[in-house]
């Protein structure tokens, strides 16, 4: 079992930064890919990025490569999302994502309960 706590969200301007922290509970950190997925109001979740378990890959949403950097420290037990130059339509809950020895855009094992991330216009 891995439980995820997810923290850093807040209200931004748009154009302005943000990072994202994801801590993990459990030993086993490392065995698990891990990323980050938002939804906005009225839409369905969508992936964001992700990373493996080593952090040798990294994979992003169209939507936001370039202005997104995922990372993770596995002594720390952390993931992160850098999120920098930030739209108004980046704003959403973004959930933090596990799956253990496979990566979370083709599923997820674990989720976050979510940090609200507001971008204003």
């Known amino acids: 079992q891995v439980r995820l706590v997810e923290s850093g969200g807040g209200l931004v301007q748009a154009g302005g930064s943000l990072r994202l922290s994801c801590a993990a509970s459990?030993?086993?950190?490392?065995?698990?890919?891990m990323g980050w997925f938002r939804q906005a109001p009225g839409k369905e979740r969508e992936f964001v990025a992700a990373?493996?378990?080593?952090?040798?890959?990294?994979y992003y949403a169209d939507s936001v490569k370039g202005r997104f950097t995922v990372s993770r420290d596995n002594a720390k037990n952390t993931v992160y999302l850098q999120m920098n130059a930030l739209k108004p339509e980046d704003t959403a809950v973004y959930y933090c994502?596990?799956?253990?020895?496979?990566?979370?855009?083709?599923?997820?094992?674990?989720w976050g309960q979510g940090t609200q991330v507001t971008v204003s216009s």
């Open positions: 994502a596990a799956r253990l020895k496979g990566t979370v855009e083709v599923g997820v094992d674990y």
């Open positions: 459990g030993r086993t950190f490392s065995s698990y890919g």
């Open positions: 990373i493996s378990w080593s952090g040798g890959s990294t």
